[in-house]
């Protein structure tokens, strides 16, 4: 990907290829993409000087006669971990086998930067791509469900409550997390205790410290016992803009939570509220998508999460060259 000349080009191709699908930070994305595009040679010069720059913009373009008609774009994560994103063909060059010569190329690519992992995340609903990358050799390691409530929650049956999150116990809810996420989305990103750890142990100031961030926050707990099995957190925006949610369920109280928890954490959402609520959550939290959907939450989309071991991997997919009659240009 060439800065000075791609980028206005690859803001056309995203755009035509992810279209109303596009997230706000994808939509971002893209407007940086287009006033970067516009400075011509001068952007060039930005992505010389500034390595974080070049970091993120970094991968391959399929030129047709001058056209950006395809890209991927790769992210190092880790030491020996990168990440695959944003792979798009324009719809006039589909079906030629030029997302499998892009995959290719940033594969060799992230392999002799001495890469070992590669992960991405696919749409469920999007057979072709998942069938792709399952032939390079990607396995599942789980799916995350995107929900979005547009309108104020409907009312839940009553019922249990959640009771409010005690502060002192925030490593026990580190625990909760690393116990209650999936084994192949816990490869992906494992907790970090500091995650947890409130910005103040007295609930007054520590909700004053994330007003001040622009959110109101709201964090509830389920006991049995002494056990914390669930938490929910919500972090609704003063703005009135994106409001979060997060769940932690323990597998084993999965089924018997559910309705308590979102009972409780959602009672902020039931007044008339502007923008949109959403949250990410584990595929076998099958009930509290349940209900979650009960309350007039919709599933906005289902990401599969992919993995590749490239030390692995069939050495047929590193062996893609990168020479001059090729049709794509690294950055």
Known sequence: MNPGRDLEGLANLLEEAFGSDLSQEGRELIRDLRVLGKMGPLSGLLFALDSALRGEFKGFV??????????????????????????AVASAY?????????????????????????????????PVAVSLYKSLGFEELGKIVEMELEAPAKPLPPGNQAVDFDLSRWMDEYELATESIPSGLLW???????????????????????????YDLHHVMVLKGEEMVAT????????????????????KFRGEVEEALARSILKPLAKPFRGVAYTKIPAEYEELIKVLEKAGFKTARVLIQMRLDLENANKEVLSYGRGKDENFEDA
């Open 232 to 251: 929910a957190a919500l972090w609704k925006s003063l703005w009135g803009k994106r409001h979060k949610l997060q769940f932690l369920i323990h597998p």
């Open 188 to 214: 992906l990103e494992k907790p970090r205790p500091e995650g947890f750890r409130p910005l103040s142990f007295n609930p007054f100031l520590n909700r004053l410290a994330y007003l001040a961030q622009g």
């Open 94 to 126: 589909r079906s030629r086998g030029i997302a499998r010569r892009l995959m290719q190329a940033a594969l060799t690519y992230i392999w002799e930067q001495g890469g070992r992992w590669v992960t991405l995340q696919v749409r469920e609903d999007n």
């Open 62 to 87: 399929w030129d047709e006669g001058g056209k950006v008609a395809g890209n991927v774009s790769v992210s190092q994560t880790g030491w020996d971990r990168w990440h695959i994103s944003n792979v």
